[in-house]
């Protein structure tokens, strides 16, 4: 059964850093697109950062680049998101996303199988 478990979410001031943590079960990150939305209050759900399988190309949402970096641990069999610099509008519920389709792109574009429970960032002074 796959499962996808976020960690990390939290309160920031502005410029400040947060790694989130995506612990996945029931396949192996390596073989499956895999990646982050968030949720903006009365937003839409949109991706971030999704990384396609194995080292594949990774597609990051304009306003991020620069910012936002992601990697896969095969041993743990997680991902993390590292995000730096983050600014107010960087505030939503964050989930974690996976596909077996592999493209980054893909995922981030909504083709997502599986979806984690989402986790609160808040950048706030």
């Known amino acids: 059964q796959v499962q996808l478990v976020e960690s990390g979410g939290g309160l920031v001031q502005p410029g400040g850093s947060l790694r989130l943590s995506c612990s996945a079960s029931?396949?192996?990150?390596?073989?499956?697109?895999i990646g982050w939305f968030r949720q903006a209050p009365g937003k839409k759900r949109e991706g971030v950062l999704c990384l396609s399988s194995g080292n594949g190309h990774t597609y990051y949402q304009n306003p991020v680049k620069g910012r936002f970096t992601a990697s896969r641990d095969s041993t743990d069999n997680t991902v993390t998101l590292q995000m730096n610099d983050l600014k107010p509008e960087d505030t939503g519920t964050y989930y974690c996303?996976?596909?077996?389709?592999?493209?980054?792109?893909?995922?981030?574009?909504?083709?997502?199988?599986?979806w984690g429970q989402g986790t609160q960032v808040t950048v706030s002074s």
């Open positions: 996303a996976a596909d077996s389709n592999g493209v980054g792109f893909l995922l981030c574009g909504g083709k997502a199988g599986y």
């Open positions: 029931g396949f192996s990150v390596d073989h499956y697109a």
